[in-house]
């Protein structure tokens, strides 16, 4: 009885990091200014579509499973490919893209790390 329930537990911690995959793709499109696409295979939009479709699915895969009205098997093929696009992403096109310059700095401003508390 045990046994199966560890499995269960671990299962849906695998899908909710699978799930955090597509949500830090997600983030890191919407953080990223438009001009950084040029170089990349497709523009924003696409890939903000994909995206939220992929939370909006995954949302429904992994935590309520009763959202949308769709057979279970096609929810799952949307799901490993949006999973696979958020891997190509993460991957290939962030290196083609190169760093993103605008996202803010901790801890506040667009200064380095390193520097300590900020300039008051």
Known sequence: ???WT???WARQLF?????GLIVWALADVLLRPADDFL????????WVLVFALGVLVGVDRTLFRVIF???G?????AYWGVLFAAAYYLGTERKRMGPNTNR???????GDAGQGRGSW
Do not use: C, E, N, T
């Open 1 to 3: 009885m045990f046994g």
């Open 6 to 8: 560890l499995i269960v």
């Open 15 to 19: 899908h909710l990091a699978l799930f």
């Open 39 to 46: 170089y990349s295979s497709q523009k924003k939009p696409f």
């Open 69 to 71: 009205l769709v057979p």
């Open 73 to 77: 098997f096609v929810k799952s093929l």
């Open 104 to 110: 803010p700095r901790w801890p506040f401003g667009k």
